[in-house]
């Protein structure tokens, strides 16, 4: 079938030596059926009952099989050379669904498929962030993978269109002489549906933004925030954002055009979720601005800079919030679901001043 994709992901190599395994500690690893199958059929008696041992039924959901995590969250067929003790002795055949595909996200989108990386792994992070030209897209063709999500019948229009309304927002973000801010105003102008705007007035609201999402994170993290704290987190914001924020787009711009882009791109957007392209387009555009957020309040914590490492690292601490913690995209979604309204949502999140 046709793939399209970034010209990086053909690249990308799994190293759990580089990383540490990471993606195989803190996760709820699903044994999918088929998985659990191969295992129940494997010969050998000890090294079945050996895989068998370490599947149980989560608390949560008792319908699903899962790897029960060692006590330090590691994997209990992780080696200590940091490589998966199942697909050394059977192959890559006998790991879960997710195991196998993992940082691989694919999308099938009637016939052609979307194949993209997550940010949450380290190795792919830089593989796609570093880069200092503008992310490049191939179509190939390829065997439909293990692991799909078919997101076909979430598109209420013909996929050829649908294909192409991704492509135009991407060459949008895309489009290195506008700011980033111009660049999210024409994409809400080209995603906002059939709602009509007559006249765009911009009239940015400084407090009202670093309050929402000081509210967002305060949710995403469960922080726990007095008003007090939230008063004076405000006001670090408002005093220094703007120097602060010029200075890592001078140094970063390519870290941050190649996150939005790979973040629209690897979520479906403008179809990750019911309720239109508009929609969509404020839960994106809020994601990213909780990302430009607290990597600002990073900066200012840090007399005013950050390393390239410290600016990754903040960007898999909020990713990490958005694909393993349910209440990280519920705070993203609360606030841009609310906000309907085309000049109340453009004057709360695009500083133009």
């Known amino acids: 079938m046709k793939s399209i994709r ?3 992901f053909s690249k990308f190599q799994c190293d759990g030596k580089v990383c540490g395994s990471r993606c195989c500690k803190g996760w709820h690893v699903v044994a999918d ?44 067929f992780l080696d200590k050379d940091s490589l998966c003790k199942i697909q050394k002795r ?8 997710i195991c196998s595909s993992y940082p691989r996200v694919n999308y099938k989108i009637g ?46 229009m013909p996929i050829e269109d649908a294909i192409s309304k991704q492509a135009t927002a991407i060459s949008i973000l895309q489009n290195r ?24 007035d911009l009239n940015f609201n400084l407090e009202k933004h670093a309050a929402i999402m000081i509210d967002i994170f305060n949710e995403m993290y469960e922080a726990n925030m007095d008003e007090s704290k939230k008063i004076d987190l405000k006001q670090i914001y408002i005093t220094y954002h703007k120097i602060i924020l010029q200075r890592l787009m001078e ?16 979520r479906c957007y403008p179809f990750a979720f019911d309720g239109g392209t508009w929609k969509n387009c404020r839960i994106f555009i ?9 990597i600002t309040l990073t900066a200012i914590s840090k ?15 909020v990713n990490e919030k958005l694909d393993h913690n349910r209440g990280g995209m519920k705070a993203i979604r609360n606030f841009a679901e609310n906000t309907f309204d085309f000049k109340i949502f453009i004057n709360v999140m695009l500083d133009f001043l």
């Open 251 to 266: 140094n970063y711009a390519h870290i941050f055009e190649n996150y939005m882009v790979n973040e629209f791109f690897m």
């Open 286 to 294: 809020t994601g990213y601005k909780a990302l430009e957020f607290a």
């Open 177 to 200: 002489q506008l700011t980033f801010n111009e660049r999210l105003l024409r994409l809400c102008i080209f995603l906002q549906d059939e709602q009509f705007v007559d006249k765009i």
């Open 303 to 317: 007399n005013g800079f950050v390393t390239v490492d410290e600016f990754l690292t903040m960007i898999d601490a």
């Open 6 to 8: 970034p010209k990086y």
């Open 33 to 76: 059926s088929e998985t659990y199958q191969k295992y129940c059929s494997i010969e050998n008696e000890s090294q079945r009952q050996e895989i068998l041992s370490q599947l149980v039924k989560s608390d949560f959901d008792n319908k699903k099989l899962f790897v029960k995590m060692k006590d330090d969250f590691s994997c209990p």
């Open 111 to 156: 016939e052609v498929l979307e194949q993209s990386l997550t940010l949450t792994c380290p190795v792919a992070a830089k593989l796609i962030l570093l880069s200092e030209t503008s992310m490049e897209f191939e179509e190939v063709e390829i065997d439909e993978p293990r692991s799909v999500f078919d997101w076909s019948n979430k598109i209420k």
């Open 90 to 97: 059977y192959g890559e055949g006998y790991l879960t669904d």
